[in-house]
């Protein structure tokens, strides 16, 4: 273990980048998530990585990707404004199947918003926001120690399936500041870049998928010649108007996510042991909730909570089986309503999912969480 | 007859799917016989293209290519230099892609200089969309979205990357190979950002709505209003207009370029290089 540090969210989050092999970043300054670039400005060249401001967030998600294609591992950080120019090559990524890591350190939205005020309003666009059908994995910390082990895990996914991740921060946990330990080097598990199992000779093709449907896509400049599009393409990388190529492309870029759901989809619960109720919340509104549900049980109630940690793929299992177990579930999101529809979804009118909504750029009050607990449970002894 | 060029392209991506006499082949030849005559490799060369029709070019040549989106070209060959040094970087792009979407793009590239040979095919129209006017279509021609003749005015993309701060600024035409070739090539000496503008003829979308006949008659156009830099210098003020323009190397000048600047960062924050 290292010694405590007091550590901020954003800095924790570069750290845990740095740790998990990220060697280049590509910004552009945009509060509440500057401190990450500033951050590996500071860091990248200490290890021999590179960091670069570009002119515009679309161009640091360009660059991002070139140097990924070019073997180094990357990160990009940004908040919603910024998030919404990245979409058009966070879809490249999806498609040509380049690693890479896009930060969003929310804040409220739509347009410029409320600056730099919280929120969790950007949970659907990190679903949908680009175009097209493409799966996506999205990570939600809810301590700083933990934006540094959300980091980690994004890179290492990011690298192991050949995917952009989005590290779904908030300004919450971004600009909080705690005491942490992290992890010596040692402890931490880092997946490699993936490399390509044969020789040009051999019948090497970029794109062919491997036993876990992910492609060992060549490096640049390792004299494989492969050719990198953002148009459909087939095992060689090249484009081809097939309709039954583009079915088989789509179906294994939602594949190779899909049959892992379950080992990526974290989730965490509280006091579930006995909870007749229980509150569902994420990134740094799981804190302000985990106090309302330990305020609701010291009054007696029986409450608990499922914390997700992976906001996508969206915990399916975790949220079905609560259903099962309670008599309603109450959503607190630091938004208009997002993810309640995914557990109404899941819930499938299993018990009654209520919502707690919070869009007026402050954060949650535990009183708020808990007179929404007050609620669900009146309604259930209804 | 020497046809050693063959090697650089993917004999089994051709044929290409231009239109019958237009420009880009030539240019796209004059590329890898440019590579050739530097000494650069199929291994340690990549080439980056943004969308368009100048931008299919990738695809057809046998080296690490990279087929971005329409526009970022730029940004991503500037990821791919700084994460691997050693390969060398050249973007194709075109007149839509390069100044209007990738206006932005263009002209930080230039002001960092960091090291790649940019060729921009200039048809003066969005080809592959159908013939809609570009930022380098001439004022008063025709367009499908120009009907009438583009009011607007159009770039001198060689003016503006030479005040941007590309370090090497050339043009040429498709109708001039071997000196397009040898623009080309000194592009890809130039430690730094090389910005050569290869004029072309799009017979299809361009010279059908402006009554400029076959591909050939587009040809002899430029033969016959390309001048030779040095000329077009001592010519008098009132001579440079109507459709004249000038070819060569406008701008050829020493600058860090931004890769090996960012080294010496690597050296004062003490990393050793990785």
């Not at chain 2, 650089?8 to 420009?23: A, I, K, V």
Request: with cysteine; net charge negative.
């Amino acid at each position: 273990m290292t010694a405590a540090r007091l550590m901020q969210g954003n800095e924790a989050c570069a750290e845990g980048a740095i740790a998990a092999g990220v060697r280049f970043f590509g910004g552009y300054p945009i509060t509440p998530s500057t401190e990450i670039a500033e951050g590996m400005a500071q860091l990248l060249p200490k290890c021999g990585g590179k960091f670069i401001q570009m002119e515009d967030e679309i161009a640091s998600m360009g660059v991002v990707l070139g140097a990924s294609l070019a073997g180094r591992k990357v990160l990009t950080a940004s908040s919603g404004p910024g998030i919404s120019l990245k979409q058009e090559l966070i879809g490249y990524a999806a498609c040509a199947e380049i690693p890479a890591v896009i930060v969003n350190v929310q804040r409220v939205g739509p347009s410029t918003g409320q600056p730099t005020a919280p929120s969790q309003g950007d949970v659907m666009q990190a679903r949908w926001g680009t175009h097209g059908d493409h799966p996506m994995i999205a990570l939600s910390p809810w301590t700083v120690r933990e934006a540094f082990d959300a980091a980690v895990m994004a890179v290492n996914y990011a690298e192991r399936f050949r995917t952009p991740v989005i590290l779904l921060m908030d300004e919450i946990v971004g600009h909080l500041r705690e005491k942490v330990v992290l992890p010596e080097t040692g402890e931490i598990e880092i997946y490699p870049r993936r490399k390509p199992g044969k020789t040009r000779a051999e019948g090497y093709q970029p794109y062919t998928p491997d036993e876990d449907l992910v492609p060992n896509v060549a490096d640049f400049g390792q004299g494989y010649h492969i050719h990198v599009t953002g148009l459909i393409h087939d095992e060689t990388g090249f484009p081809i108007g097939s309709p039954k190529i583009t079915a088989e492309a789509i179906d294994r870029m939602h594949q190779k996510i899909e049959r892992v759901r379950d080992e990526i989809t974290h989730t965490e619960e509280f006091f579930m042991e006995d909870a007749e109720y229980a509150v569902i919340a994420f990134g740094g509104t799981a804190r302000t909730a985990y106090e309302a549900v330990k305020n609701a049980r010291a009054r007696g109630q029986k409450v608990g909570m499922l914390r997700l940690m992976t906001v996508w793929p969206f915990a399916d299992k975790a949220v079905k089986a609560l259903a099962a177990k309670v008599r309603g579930i109450l959503v607190a999101e630091l938004n208009y309503g997002q993810i309640v529809h995914e557990v109404e979804r899941a819930v499938a009118g299993a018990c009654p999912v209520e919502l707690c909504a919070k869009y007026n750029m402050e954060i949650f009050e535990p009183e708020e969480i808990e007179k929404g607990i007050d609620g669900l449970v009146a309604g259930g002894n209804k | 007859m020497e046809r050693s060029f063959e090697a650089y392209f993917r004999q089994n991506r051709l044929p290409h799917l231009w239109c019958p006499g237009c420009g880009n082949g030539i240019v796209m030849k004059a590329i890898v016989q440019a590579i050739e005559k530097e000494g650069l490799t199929q291994d340690n060369t990549v080439i980056v293209s943004g969308i368009g029709c100048s931008s299919r070019a990738s695809g057809y040549m046998d080296f690490d290519t990279l087929h971005t989106a329409h526009g970022r070209a730029i940004p991503f060959a500037t990821g791919v230099k700084l994460a691997n040094p050693e390969l060398n970087v050249v973007v194709i792009t075109g007149d839509g892609d390069c100044t209007a979407i990738g206006g932005n793009h263009f002209i930080h590239g230039c002001r960092r200089n960091v090291d790649l040979t940019v060729v921009l095919f200039d048809n003066n129209i969005y080809g592959m969309t159908g013939g809609q006017a570009s930022p380098m279509t001439p004022t008063g021609k025709k367009a499908t979205t120009a009907p009438y003749g583009s009011v607007d005015r159009p770039f001198n993309a060689c003016a503006l990357a030479g005040a941007a701060g590309a370090t090497y600024v050339a043009r040429s035409t498709a109708f001039h190979v071997k000196h397009l070739t040898d623009m080309i090539s000194g592009g890809l000496r130039n430690k730094g950002f090389s910005f050569i503008e290869a004029m072309v003829q799009c017979p299809t979308a361009y010279g059908r709505k402006n009554k400029m006949g076959d591909p050939a008659k587009m040809m002899a156009w430029m033969r016959d209003n390309a001048v030779m830099k040095a000329a077009w210098d001592k010519l008098p003020e009132g001579e440079k207009q109507g459709e004249k323009f000038p070819i060569g190397v406008f701008k050829q000048e020493e600058g860090v370029a931004y890769d090996v600047a960012y080294e010496k960062v690597i050296e004062i924050a003490g990393g050793a290089r990785k």
